[in-house]
């Protein structure tokens, strides 16, 4: 008789999530972490430092056609999202190489773009990263990043009138 093993469920399970945002799609691939008790930012996640803007490999942004990131043109392929956070404001990353396992092996010099966003304490705490979509609208959404008491929005655009 075979013995047949079955392995523990992460604790920081992979979401993959497709979403119609204007007239694009995009798709985000990350690690969800749980808060679990720890201090998250300024804690696990220090401030000043690149983060994978997740758990285990780095997070994954896929655009089927090109956007405006806070008003920061990127053309439609799959990026790397990383982060530097601080308490006021986070610096966002789109990395051209989207393969890395987290932040090892990171090059500032395969960065496609930076740029600052404004972080807001929320009311509530989340106990699990989220990545989502709020605030809907014909040419975009934002694109959310929230965790422990922290979220920080960034405005995508796609001008549908130009299309």
């Not at 990545?131 to 960034?154: P, R």
Request: no cysteine.
């Amino acid at each position: 008789m075979a013995n047949a093993q079955i392995g523990k469920p992460s604790l920081s399970p992979k979401v993959i999530k497709e979403q119609k945002v204007g007239l694009a799609s995009v798709k985000l691939e990350y690690g969800q972490p749980g808060k679990q008790g720890r201090k998250i930012f300024g804690g696990l996640i220090p401030y000043g430092k690149v983060w994978r803007t997740g758990a285990n490999s780095s997070t994954k942004i896929t655009f089927d056609r090109n956007v405006k990131l806070a008003d920061i043109e990127v053309p439609a392929g799959t990026y790397g999202l990383y982060s530097i956070p601080e308490k006021t404001s986070w610096t966002i990353i789109i990395h051209k190489n989207e393969k890395l396992w987290g932040a090892g092996n990171y090059n500032e010099q395969n960065d496609l773009v930076r740029f600052k966003v404004q972080a807001k304490e929320l009311k509530d705490e989340m106990e699990t990263l989220s990545i989502y979509f709020e605030k809907f609208h014909s040419n975009g959404a934002d694109l959310v990043i929230a965790w422990e008491q922290t979220k920080v929005s960034i405005p995508v655009f796609i001008d549908a009138d130009a299309i």
